[in-house]
Every structure is written in structure tokens, then in C-alpha cells.
């Protein structure tokens, strides 16, 4: 199993910045990709940015330019800086982990921290 405790989230003004921080344990040795996600009331979780054991990222085209994914393997916690903050971009953040198995992988979920946009 793999646990996933998110933090760093909080009420920021538009044009500010927060990092989220996203700390892994258990398996993780396995885990080849982890991802931020978001979701607000009566919308799907929408991915945000994603992060292979490589390096390798990717970002949705809303966050592009903004947002930074990053991780720190001795630390095992992976990160999300988010700079010049929207209103838009006010949500629930999820961090997220793939654990792939022989066709698929499984998926691991945080308990998701509130980031509020706001003047």
C-alpha cells in the first residue's frame, strides 16, 4: 500500500503563490509516476500536472507557465509550486500515484487540500 499526506494549501489573493508538498510512504519503491490533481464542486477531477520517476512532466495548458511540478526522492514527496494563482484556479488538490502492475497500475489517493483564490 501507499500513503499519500498532502499539505500546504491555504487562501491566497489572485497573483499569489503556494506550494503544495505531497509526502509518500509504504510501497513507493514501485511507483513510477505521481500526479496533482483538482476538482471543484460538480466537476470531474481534472488533472493538473504529472511527474516520472525520470523527471519527465507534464501540465494541463491551464497551468502551463504557472505551475511547476517537482520531487525530492530523498525526501519522497513531491511537490507543486503554483505562482501567479487564478480565481479559476481555486479547488481541491489531490495527490496522486501509480503503482503499475501487469496491465495496469494501481491508483493511490491523498485526502486532498483546500487552495482558495481570493481577494
Known amino acids: 500500500q501507499v500513503q499519500l499526506v498532502e499539505s500546504g494549501g491555504g487562501l491566497v489573493q489572485p497573483g499569489g503563490s503556494l506550494r503544495l508538498s505531497c509526502a509518500a510512504s509504504g510501497s513507493i519503491s514501485s511507483i513510477n509516476v505521481m500526479d496533482w490533481y483538482r476538482q471543484t464542486p460538480g466537476k470531474a477531477r481534472e488533472l493538473v500536472a504529472s511527474?516520472?520517476?525520470?523527471?519527465?512532466?507534464d501540465y494541463a495548458d491551464s497551468v502551463k507557465g504557472r505551475f511547476t511540478i517537482s520531487r525530492d526522492n530523498t525526501k519522497n514527496t513531491v511537490y507543486l509550486q503554483m505562482d501567479s494563482l487564478k480565481p479559476e484556479d481555486r479547488a481541491v488538490y489531490y495527490c496522486?500515484?501509480?503503482?503499475?502492475?501487469?496491465?495496469?497500475?494501481?491508483?493511490?489517493w491523498g485526502q486532498g487540500t483546500q487552495v482558495t483564490v481570493s481577494s
Open positions: 496522486h500515484a501509480r503503482r503499475p502492475f501487469s496491465g495496469g497500475y494501481y491508483s493511490h
Open positions: 511527474i516520472t520517476t525520470g523527471g519527465n512532466t
